[in-house]
């Protein structure tokens, strides 16, 4: 056998052994002990792999567990090798629990032949990306996304010129300007680019990203989303880059879409939602065949948004892929006709635009048999709507509409339907009940009416129910029963009539609202147990309910919220569950004491006990509960005894009411502690003790209300004092205190001031729970059940004050109420008042105030109501503001006062004509001057205005053309509040 054979043998042995699964080269030892080492250098913590659970629902594990020296590398999970030399070329370390820093001396350095490095999924604890990355020569993919990656991109990464795939996305890095430039010049071989939420704020510092990036010659896939201060303006020529996916979703990306869109023909996935586009969505569109995911949504484009079918006659013909498509706030005025000729489409989302009158008769039938998600919610749309046909919808959101007739029903294929906020009349039609394949059904805030069909259980596949803000009655149908997958059941506000359904028998049930109905008689807890074993939201509020029973409560049940309140419960205090964190049986029948065992539910959070037949005194037990405790409303019972010191250093309360109740002593000094606290209400007691001056170092208390106790002496705030500094509501009306006007406490109400630095960011004072107080407003007193952030107030009245009232009160821009009735207050009305702008009612009354009414009073436009009468006033009644248009009562009891309103003339009014009778009017203090500055006095008092309504509303649930003027007036309550030039917030949501 000659050499050449004898060559051709060996090789052709070498080839077949090669091939064995067990012939596989060993790797190099050096990197074998480099992996080892690499593995070494971090700890394992699942923690760290979360995100890939959570968000991509991928298994994570430590791969790195499979790395022992009995074994060839090779085989290690997560390392592949060349299969001719052994050397490591690929390393995919995605989830794989890694957690630690990585150093510039890693051993991961040392594996210079990787080709592919993948580290997604970890956490590398604001690891630098360092610049050994020029280390791998022939790196062509690299990702390190959602592994905690920190800093700047150092511009080694463009040295790597063989790069084809580049992910650096979800971490907090920022790139800049030049290494940008460095990138798009060096890595011409890159077909994959990913900066999701990589800051790249100085990558455009004049506004532009240059074309050229858009033109890269072999990019496919490019995302530089959720980049808000990334700014740039698309191509307008030039552009036909080999661009298969592209987003710039939430980037400040402005201009028009350009027409030269249309020749990127690869373009499978384009996603601009949430920029800043304007103009029309061309036509060009139409010429992207590929194109399977479109996204245009919260834009602003303007004019008639529309696809052009003029321009282009073959769009009828377009987008022959599409699978999803959402044009969610683009402002389309109608349906794009070209939706007719969509064959794939599976998702469709045209929430939020103008699109008015009824839906065209050829838009029921697009996409009939792959259409499963359908969203028109938030349009103008009206008419009726006919039996759905598509055959696999699964989500069907038409909420917020003007849609009108017979309850509309879905094909017997539909999972999801929602119809709310459209105002659909008529009743719950039976044919309902056959759609047995039924997952979700929302029906909430509509005007249906009629009892629900006894069939209605036959959707035994329902898991979501939700028919509130209706009109239905009767008893619940028993083949309720049936339904055993429900987890969401809201049935609150109609007019339901039926024993507690205890009988649902619903093992999965989680959410159970029933508030506001005629629901009534006893519930067996023992029963309720066994029949809702999951459940964690029980609202029963606003109902008929006579008792509970046994007597231990909802200790066995796993319940986070329980809200009995307003009912007609009796009996001892019901056990709240282990579990429960929000706990309320305010406004019922409740008697006894305050049981130290409640305290053994060691998660509570808000308590409600207002408005019960409660005695005894504040257990003690209380103080377990002060590390998680939020709200504590106590308000309205007969409890008594001193407030005993319940506060620890970590307390967590924001709200604390012990009004109404018979608490008596001092103010425990432990309250100090509470550091988050806003609201203190304990008014109507018995307390006895000078002003708790100590208070004030509270920064976040926003509500002090001390009215109706025993509180006495001056009160001396040290000048220069930094107290009190968000403070909106001071109510010490009706108790002991004497001396002078406490000049030094107003001038630490910098909340009050009107300045950007007390201005608050949300609409009302707490969010978590409704707080409500009590105040004397224009003369009545009021309850308001939530305070607006924007109502400030001061009520120092029924004291025993002296002297002068201070200047400095002048400086309270912001204050909207003041009253000083019924001191011992002398000496003229200051100036300053006349700088209250905001002021609406102002009560000086019942003092021995002297001298002539401040003409700059006149100058308040909002003043709704006036009281300066029983003082030593005198002189005329300015003629030529407002103050004249005000009621006699406004000024009676003044001796020295004359002129209109008054019927005593003063001795210049023979010269003057008095105004004719048409010209005023007494209402509340109002006059002719209202006609002409309604825009002024609307604006703040409408606040106000919406603050009765709100209690009206709220407490009785009804009607919802109230609710409607409420939600306005919040809306122009927070418009007041917002800072110039702010941008606007938008938001997608459903």
């Known amino acids: 056998m000659g050499s050449h054979q004898i060559l051709g043998l060996l090789c052709f042995l070498f080839f077949l052994y090669s091939s064995l699964p067990f012939a596989s080269l060993l790797c190099p030892p050096d990197q074998c002990n480099a992996l080892l080492n690499l593995k070494n250098s971090f700890a394992l913590d699942s923690e760290s792999s979360r995100t890939c659970e959570e968000d991509y629902h991928v298994t994570s594990y430590p791969k790195t567990n499979s790395w022992n020296k009995g074994v060839d590398c090779c085989l290690w999970d997560g390392v592949t090798c060349n299969e001719v030399t052994g050397n490591i070329i690929g390393l995919d370390l995605t989830c794989s629990w890694l957690y630690g820093t990585l150093h510039s001396n890693s051993s991961l350095f040392l594996l210079r032949h990787l080709r592919s490095l993948n580290l997604f999924g970890n956490n590398f604890d604001d690891s630098p990306i360092l610049p050994n990355l020029t280390t791998f020569v022939k790196m062509t993919h690299l990702n390190l996304s959602r592994s905690q990656f920190r800093g700047t991109i150092p511009s080694e990464i463009s040295h790597l010129s063989k790069l084809v795939s580049l992910d650096l996305s979800f ?55 959720y980049n808000f201060y990334l700014f740039g303006i698309l191509p307008k020529s030039n552009w036909t880059s080999p661009l298969e996916f592209l987003s710039l979703s939430s980037t400040s990306f402005s201009g028009e879409i350009p027409k030269s869109i249309g020749n990127v023909k690869n373009l499978t996935i384009l996603d601009l939602t949430n920029s800043n586009f304007t103009g029309l969505i061309p036509s060009s569109l139409g010429n992207l065949k590929q194109l399977q995911f479109l996204d245009l949504s919260f834009n602003n484009f303007s004019g008639v948004v529309e696809f052009d079918i003029s321009a282009n006659t073959k769009l009828e013909h377009a987008f022959p892929m599409l699978e999803v498509l959402v044009l969610s706030s683009c402002n389309l005025t109608r349906f794009p006709y070209f939706l007719k000729s969509l064959k794939r489409l599976t998702y469709l989302d045209l929430s939020f635009n103008n699109i008015s009158g009824e839906i065209p008769k050829w838009f029921w039938e697009i996409s009939h048999d792959t259409l499963e998600h359908l969203d028109l919610s938030q349009n103008l749309l009206g008419g009726g709507i006919p039996q759905l046909h598509w055959k696999r919808l699964s989500y069907i959101n038409l909420q917020n509409n003007s849609f009108q007739g017979p309850l509309p029903i879905p094909s017997p294929f539909a999972s999801y339907f929602h119809a709310a906020d459209n105002g659909f009349t008529g009743e719950i039609d039976s044919s309902i009940c056959q759609l047995n394949s039924l997952l979700e059904l929302d029906l909430s805030n509509n005007y249906l009416f009629g009892n629900i069909p006894p069939c209605f259980g036959n959707t035994t596949n329902l898991m979501h129910l939700d028919l509130s803000s209706n009109n239905l009655r009767g008893p619940l149908p028993r083949s309720l029963v049936k339904s055993t997958n429900l987890s969401w059941l809201y049935l609150n506000h109609n007019e339901f009539s039926d024993i507690f359904p205890q009988w649902l028998e619903a093992p999965n049930l989680q959410f159970f609202d029933l508030q506001f109905n005629k629901f009534y008689g006893r519930i067996n807890i023992t029963a309720f147990a066994l029949s809702f074993p999951t459940l964690n939201y029980l609202s029963i509020s606003n109902n008929h309910f006579t008792s509970l029973w046994p007597s231990e409560g909802f200790s066995n049940t796993s319940l986070l919220t329980i809200d009995l309140s307003n009912n007609n419960f009796g009996g001892p205090i019901p056990l709240p569950s282990p579990f429960t964190f929000y706990y309320s049986i305010a406004s019922n029948s409740i008697t006894g004491k305050i049981p130290s065992w409640f305290c053994n539910a060691t998660h509570l959070e808000v308590i409600i006990l207002s408005n019960n037949d409660l005695m005894g005194s504040l257990p003690r037990c209380f103080t377990n509960l002060s590390t998680s405790l939020s709200v504590l409303n106590l308000r309205k019972n007969h409890l008594e005894g001193t407030i005993p010191p319940l506060f620890l250093s970590r307390s967590m309360l924001t709200t604390l009411d012990l009004s109404q109740n018979l608490f008596e002593g001092t103010l425990p000094r432990s309250l100090v502690n509470c550091e988050h606290l806003q609201v203190l209400d304990l008014s109507n007691n018995r307390i006895e003790d000078t002003f708790p001056t100590w208070l004030g170092a509270l920064q976040e208390l926003k509500v002090l209300v001390l009215k109706s106790n025993n509180f006495k002496d001056l009160l001396n705030i040290p000048k220069g004092a930094h107290l009190f500094p968000k403070l909106h509501i001071l109510d010490l009306s009706n108790n002991n205190f004497g001396g002078p006007l406490p000049a030094n406490l107003i001038m630490n109400l910098k909340a009050m001031l009107n300045s950007e630095d007390g201005q608050e960011k949300s609409l009302y004072m707490t969010s978590l729970y409704e707080t409500s107080i009590t105040v004397t407003m224009k003369g009545r007193e009021i309850e308001l059940v939530k305070i607006l952030t924007v109502f400030t107030t001061i009520d120092l009245s029924c004291n025993s004050f002296q002297g002068d009232i201070p200047g400095v009160i002048g400086h309270l821009h912001s204050l909207i109420g003041l009253n000083l009735s019924h001191n011992h207050l002398t000496g003229p009305i200051p100036l300053t008042l006349g700088n209250l702008t905001d002021l609406e009612w102002l009560d000086l009354s019942s003092n021995k105030l002297s001298g002539r009414i401040p003409r700059k009073l006149g100058d308040l436009a909002f003043l709704g109501y006036l009281n300066l009468s029983k003082n030593q006033l005198t002189g005329q009644i300015p003629q030529d503001k407002q103050l004249s248009t005000f009621s006699s009562n406004s000024f009676g009891g003044n001796p020295g006062l004359c002129g209109t309103p008054l019927p005593k003339a003063c001795p210049s009014d023979a010269q003057h004509p008095q105004p004719s009778p048409s010209s005023t009017f007494n209402h509340e203090g109002h006059g002719s001057w209202f006609k002409h500055k309604v825009v002024w006095i609307g604006y703040a008092s409408g606040i106000i205005i919406g603050i009765s309504i709100e209690y009206i509303a709220f407490e009785t649930g009804r009607p919802k053309w109230l609710l409607r003027v409420v939600r306005m007036l919040e809306r122009r309550a927070a418009k007041w509040m917002e800072k110039p030039k702010q941008k606007a917030i938008k938001f997608h949501g459903k």
Request: aromatic residues 10%.
């Open 171 to 225: 971490c907090p890095l920022q790139l800049e300007n030049s290494i940008f430039t460095m990138l798009v010049w060096n890595l011409t071989s890159l077909r994959k680019l990913a900066l999701h939420s990589v800051s790249m704020s100085t990558v455009s510092p004049k506004g532009i990203v240059p074309d050229t990036f858009f033109q890269l010659p072999s990019l496919t896939y490019l995302d530089m989303s």
